[in-house]
T-cell receptor, first 109, second 112 residues
Framework: SQQGEEDPQALSIQEGENATMNCSYK?????LQWYRQNSGRGLVHLIL?????REKHSGRLRVTLDTSKKSSSLLITASRAADTASYFC?????????FGKGTRLSVIA | EAGVAQSPRYKIIEKRQSVAFWCNPI?????LYWYQQILGQGPKLLIQ????????DSQLPKDRFSAERLKGVDSTLKIQPAKLEDSAVYLC??????????FGPGTRLTVL
């Protein structure tokens, strides 16, 4: 299926450290998106990377995409307690957006 | 800019009862989505509208779920009759052509 799978399922780090989450998928895609979900702000779009792009940056976020390996990574630098949330990758191809099960990130102050 | 509005925020019903959720997308967003998110999982698309028309409803359990989008703006999702496994958060989202989806706060449904 097109559904992405995030790895790890859960991640706990200290404030100030970097957090890396990975996403793998199985079919060809047009774009891959990362979303964050926490109880305070709901589900929020972070970044979109198109299939012909390899890397994108947005503030403390860096996303890479390797279409040959069908994988993406999300790097959050200098993490903060407010980054505590679930992070989902979502792929869009011949079907509308399909979400993975997410990575639960805990940033400890 | 106002975000996506949903109501109610919480709903508790008995199995076999019916329930309806309402969504008002961001003004000017032609595309509207309904997702079901079961605890511990990612959102699953139920139906996608482009203006008044249905683009994708392949994962909508049509024997019990129905959705409509009135005049290409507001939308209603209905479940009739509800089952225990319908307990979930129902999310509404809208988007322009940029593909970024804006989500509402969701409706948490508990079926007893």
């Amino acid at each position: 299926s097109q559904q992405g799978e995030e790895d790890p399922q859960a991640l706990s780090i200290q404030e100030g450290e970097n957090a890396t989450m990975n996403c793998s998928y199985k079919t060809s895609i047009n774009n891959l998106q990362w979303y964050r979900q926490n109880s305070g702000r709901g589900l929020v779009h972070l970044i979109l990377i198109r299939s012909n792009e390899r890397e994108k940056h947005s503030g403390r976020l860096r996303v890479t995409l390797d279409t040959s390996k069908k994988s993406s990574s999300l790097l959050i630098t200098a993490s903060r307690a407010a980054d505590t949330a679930s992070y989902f990758c979502a792929t869009e191809g011949n079907t509308p957006l399909v979400f993975g099960k997410g990575t639960r990130l805990s940033v400890i102050a | 800019e106002a975000g996506v509005a949903q109501s109610p925020r919480y709903k508790i019903i008995e199995k076999r009862q019916s329930v309806a959720f309402w969504c008002n997308p961001i003004s000017g967003h032609a595309t509207l989505y309904w997702y079901q998110q079961i605890l511990g999982q990612g959102p699953k698309l139920l139906i996608q509208f482009q203006n008044n028309g249905v683009v994708d409803d392949s994962q909508l359990p049509k024997d019990r779920f129905s959705a409509e989008r009135l005049k290409g703006v507001d939308s209603t999702l209905k479940i009739q009759p509800a089952k225990l496994e319908d307990s979930a958060v129902y999310l509404c989202a809208s988007s322009l052509v940029t593909r970024e989806q804006f989500f509402g706060p969701g409706t948490r449904l508990t079926v007893l």
